[in-house]
Structures are given as C-alpha cells and as structure tokens.
C-alpha cells in the first residue's frame, strides 16, 4: 500500500507543480490562441488526470506490477525533456501565443506532440501498474477522444507560426515512424 500511496502522491504533486507552472507561463506569455475546444476540453483533462490518480490510490492493489511501474517511470525522463525543452511556452491549455517561436529541438526534433505521448503512457500505465485495468482502459480511451478534440485547434493556432509547417511537415505526431 505505501508504493501505492506514493507513486499517486508523486503524481498528484507533479500534477499540482504542473498546473502553477502552467498558469505562470500564460500569464507571462500574454495573448494566447486558446479555441473553444481546447477551453472545453481542459476541465474533463483534469478530472480524467484526477480519476486516474484517485482511482488508483483507492482501488489499486497494495503489490504493483514492476513492469507497469518501471513503464510509469520511464516516462518521466521523457516528461522532463519536454518540459526543459518548452520552458516558458509550455502550458496544460493549449494556448498558443501568436509570437510563440517554434520548437525544433529535444523530443520536438522527432515528433510534434511528445507530451501527448507522455500523459498517454502515464494514464495508462498508473492504473495498470495496480491492477485496474478497467480504469486504465477507460482514462486512457476518453484521453484520446479528449486530445483528439484539442488537437485540431492546437495544430491550427500553431500552423500559423513561422516555421511549425517546413519543421513537422512528415513528423508523426506522437512516436516517430508510427503515429
């Protein structure tokens, strides 16, 4: 129990330090493209992350599943490339600011949306590494109807950019060569 008492802490804490972070850089970002989608898609974002995290913490089982878990930790180095790489552009709501420069470089040299791939393996694989592979199936299955949704206003605002075009032209969106 105290594995899984502290993987969610862990997550629920990087959640919270995300979110502040978050806010901080739309504040200082200024005018944003943020669309209607992306604005309605954000609360079902965070109550998705939410139910992942709470879910697991009150239903998982006490022993995890070391390859799940190894899987969830994995993904965090990943987490913080994108993070570093975005610095001050980065934000949960997909706000685009109209000067944003584009980023070419980390984990955006190989694929458009890494954090996408990040939080889709971290949804999936927190619950999984418990043993709710129903709460693993069902977060992971509303989070892609929920990027879907997002994706399109995302792509749009950040087409408009100088330079997202010429770079991603052939990327794929979320792991190289495949999807």
């Keep these: 129990m105290l594995t899984r ?5 862990g997550m629920g804490a990087a959640r919270l330090v995300e979110l502040a972070y978050s806010r901080r850089n739309i504040a ?5 493209a943020e669309g209607p989608l992306s604005r309605g898609t954000y609360p079902f974002i965070v109550a998705v992350h939410t139910l992942a995290i709470v879910g697991t913490l009150l239903k998982g ?9 190894a899987l969830l930790v994995a993904a965090q180095p990943l987490r913080l490339w994108v993070l ?8 949960a709501r997909a706000a685009v600011p109209a000067d944003m420069e584009v980023a070419t470089t980390g984990p955006y040299a190989f694929v458009r949306h890494p954090n996408y791939t990040v939080v889709g393996i971290e949804l999936f694989a927190l619950p999984m590494a418990f043993g709710l592979w129903r709460l693993a199936l069902g977060v992971a299955a509303v ?3 929920l990027v879907a949704l997002r994706l399109r206003e995302e ?5 408009r950019l100088p330079g997202y075009r010429a770079h991603f032209a052939g990327k794929k969106r979320f792991v190289p060569g495949v999807i």
């Design 5 to 9: 008492v502290l993987v969610c802490a």
């Design 28 to 32: 200082a970002a200024g005018e944003t």
């Design 61 to 69: 089982r006490d022993r995890a599943s070391a390859a799940w878990l």
């Design 84 to 91: 570093a790489t975005l610095g001050g552009r980065w934000n």
């Design 143 to 145: 989070n892609c109807v």
């Design 155 to 159: 792509e749009a605002a950040l087409d």
